[in-house]
């Protein structure tokens, strides 16, 4: 099943998807470098990151949904497809949460609460990740119906799919 959101012949989702959660994990680096007696200014890169990341977040999790709603409904697919997304809205619900908490503190700092919190988030988008991986790899999603070792360049002229 190929992609409906593309740009240039490939998927957009996983072109987006790689910046959120690079983002989202640096900023649990820093934060935890912060809290084991870092510079101060590393919580506030955490914090900075944190809002980056859900910016990308929400913009990869767009391109997601339009590829989702056009899985067929009652298929693996769906089903997985469905988990790896409500996953991912929850890691992006929790930082968001995070981020707000940090904004009305004193400073920018994650404190040992909150850095539990964006573990636990990570570790979700892990899960999220290979369920990705999945739907791709195992199931097709995304993938064009004339994938091979032999394809030809998706900059190259279309043929039309014959099915």
């Given at each position: 099943m190929e992609s409906?959101?593309?740009?240039?012949?490939?998927?957009?989702?996983?072109?987006l998807v790689v910046f959120p959660l690079g983002l989202l994990v640096a900023a649990v680096i820093f934060d935890f470098a912060d809290l084991v007696g870092g510079s101060s200014t590393l919580g506030d890169v955490g914090f900075w990151n944190i809002a980056a990341g859900l910016v990308g977040?929400?913009?990869?999790?767009?391109?997601?949904l339009v590829d989702l709603l056009?899985?067929?409904?009652?298929?693996?697919?769906?089903?997985?497809?469905t988990i790896h997304g409500a996953t991912n809205a929850g890691v992006v619900l929790v930082f968001a949460i995070v981020?707000?908490?940090?904004?009305?503190?004193?400073?920018?700092?994650?404190?040992g609460g909150l850095f539990v919190l964006e573990l636990v988030a990570l570790a979700a988008a892990g899960v999220a990740a290979w369920l990705g991986g999945e739907l791709v790899d195992r199931?097709?999603?995304g993938v064009s119906p004339d994938a091979n070792l032999d394809a030809p360049s998706s900059l190259g002229r279309q043929r039309p799919?014959?099915?």
């Open positions: 409906r959101a593309k740009l240039l012949g490939h998927p957009i989702h996983p072109m977040g929400l913009l990869a999790a767009t391109a997601g056009a899985i067929p409904g009652g298929t693996r697919a769906k089903r997985v497809g981020w707000f908490v940090r904004l009305a503190g004193n400073d920018r700092a994650a404190g199931l097709g999603v799919v014959t099915r």
